[in-house]
């Protein structure tokens, strides 16, 4: 395990004197690292020789599919979690914590008829509104307007049309290509060249007067015949695939090849028409909800260790390493826990949340309606940012996170553990997945950060977060690793310190920086 432990000159003296004296325990754990430990290695061998992941992958994400909060997938995936967990011997229920806009998505069909016929990549967006039939028009590009008055006066003609409104990226390509095949003098022109082109582009919207949020509802309310973009992910053939605006007509995204063909007839005034049918449902208000999981503690069954992800993702991959391979993290640590360690010390809950790409919703009602298990929280243990092997572990601004984290980390076998760099005691996370909603409250959670796999540019939230993307061998380690630290947090005789930094003074307002702010769930959402 590699340690990049960072003391802050704005800690008290007496932080101070504690945290010089962590190396040592940190040399005493790693010497107990020695000591067989049965538990551990039958954890390492169930994880092992008995993995579950691909049978989990194939039924999760081939045959239920994507986890859009609000669609009938969502409820699929809930209901053989329950089913999973009950074929393991592992209590588990279905926690009720608000609503949400039911949707369900149907076939979508996107083709390009004149100048010539070709089938487009493309996919609508979540929550656009379903039609009944398929519809024909000619493609338009938002046009370049002075101000606001000028768009007013244009708006009549988007009636009819589909309407552009993403920038024509300049290169498929992504950067590392350039820099591997092309010279510096091409790649810095056309660094330059997009650089000009997108600040040119985000003047054309702001001087709409609106935002990317409230332009397809204008072009929507002006009678357009639908909403096309291309939010192209900087990546070969990937793009990001949010949520849909409009109300009445679609929105689709359409792949950067095909929109940059699209865009090019278009700007070149060959007036190309494309046909669109994008079936979809709306089924009103359903129920959103977290999966709960639970080992009875034996000797301490009122304190408890967590593990933790995202249930939920976008739909358009199988949301398979957003946050699928978390999910099955948990699942097969939960599994192997049961069969090699059924009688911990305290209680094992594992969280599997919805509604978090919404942000963070499930997991904060969870905080919010069971402060008796945050009050009385070991430790939890959150993964969600992809399918890659665990590479970092912070404290989160827990000051004596240090001494226990390590201790627990010591027992994971050397092939796991030397791969994690650590950052002690760290800074409190106040976003980005489900364990801020317990730092935010002070109860210890952390974040199992994985190694990148191009995460950011092709599976996050994009059309290519499918099974093909994962890394097994990545995530049955992450498994052992989670069930180690589990078992270790459920060993411990000491109920872990939750004892803060201080935090450093923010330099633009002169005052210190606070601890992040506790935020209530959205327990009603999509309706907006």
């Known amino acids: 395990m590699k340690n990049t ?41 169930e994880g092992t020789d008995n993995s579950q992941l691909v049978t989990l992958a194939h039924q999760l994400f081939d045959g239920i599919g994507p986890r859009l909060v609000g669609t009938p997938q969502m409820e699929q995936a809930g209901q053989w979690a329950l089913q999973k967990y009950k074929e393991y011997g592992i209590t588990a229920r279905y926690e009720k914590w608000g609503d949400w806009r039911g949707w ?26 379903g039609m009944k039939k398929a519809v024909t028009a000619e493609t338009i590009i938002l046009p370049e307007f002075a101000d606001s008055i000028a768009f007013q006066k244009w708006l009549p003609a988007a009636k009819g049309k589909f309407v552009m409104i993403s920038m024509n990226q300049p290169t498929g390509r992504p950067d590392y290509n350039w820099t591997e095949f092309g010279t510096k003098e091409s790649f810095d022109k056309l660094k330059a060249d997009r650089a000009a082109q997108t600040d040119a582009w985000r003047k054309r919207i702001s001087n709409t007067g609106l935002t990317a949020r409230t332009l397809p509802v204008a072009l929507e309310k002006a009678g357009a015949a639908g909403i096309i973009t ?46 669109i049918l994008a079936e979809s449902k709306e089924l009103g208000a359903v129920p959103t909800f977290n999966i709960i999981g639970e080992i009875k503690g034996s000797e301490k069954p009122d304190e408890y260790v967590m593990l933790s992800a995202h249930f939920d993702s976008w739909d358009g991959g199988q949301g398979a390493t957003d946050n699928g391979t978390g999910t099955l993290t948990m699942m097969e640590a939960m599994r192997i826990l049961k069969k090699i360690y059924p009688n911990p010390k305290r209680t094992i809950l594992v969280g599997h949340w919805g509604s978090e790409e919404q ?23 959150n993964q969600d940012n992809g ?38 005691p760290g800074a409190p996370g106040g976003g980005g997945s489900d364990f801020a909603s317990f730092v935010a409250v002070g109860a210890p ?50 109920k872990t310190s939750r004892d803060r930094i201080v935090l450093p003074i923010n330099t633009k307002t002169g005052e210190p920086t606070k601890w992040p702010a506790q935020v209530k769930a959205n327990r009603h959402g999509g309706f907006e």
């Open 387 to 424: 399918t890659g092997r665990v590479v970092n572990i912070a404290g989160q601004g827990f000051l004596n996170s240090y001494d226990y984290i390590t201790r627990w980390l010591s027992k994971v076998p050397a092939g796991i553990r030397d791969q994690i760099t650590t950052n002690f």
């Open 230 to 275: 291309s939010n192209w992910s900087a990546g070969f053939g990937v793009d990001k695939i949010f949520g849909a605006y409009t109300k009445k007509v679609p929105t689709v995204d359409i792949a950067l090849e095909d929109y940059g063909m699209l865009y090019r007839l278009t700007e070149k005034g060959e007036k190309p028409t494309i046909k």
């Open 5 to 45: 432990h960072t003391l802050s000159r704005f800690l008290r003296a007496k932080n101070i004197a504690i945290l010089l004296a962590v190396p040592v325990l940190f040399v005493a754990g790693t010497a107990s690292a020695q000591i067989k430990d049965p538990i551990v290695d039958n954890i390492v061998k």
């Open 445 to 494: 959670g952390f974040s199992l950060s994985s190694n990148s796999w191009s995460y950011g540019n092709y599976t996050w939230h994009t059309n290519r977060d499918t099974y093909d993307k994962i890394v097994f061998d990545d995530v049955r380690n992450n498994a052992i690793l989670t069930a180690i630290l589990v078992y270790m947090a459920c060993e411990d005789p000491a």
């Open 359 to 381: 942000g963070l919703n499930g997991s904060r009602a969870f905080v919010e309606d069971h402060p008796e298990i945050v009050a009385n929280l070991q430790a939890l243990f």
């Open 104 to 129: 369900e998505r149907g076939i979508s069909h996107i083709d390009m008829v004149t100048p010539r016929v070709k089938s487009l990549e493309g996919t609508q967006l979540a929550w656009s509104p």
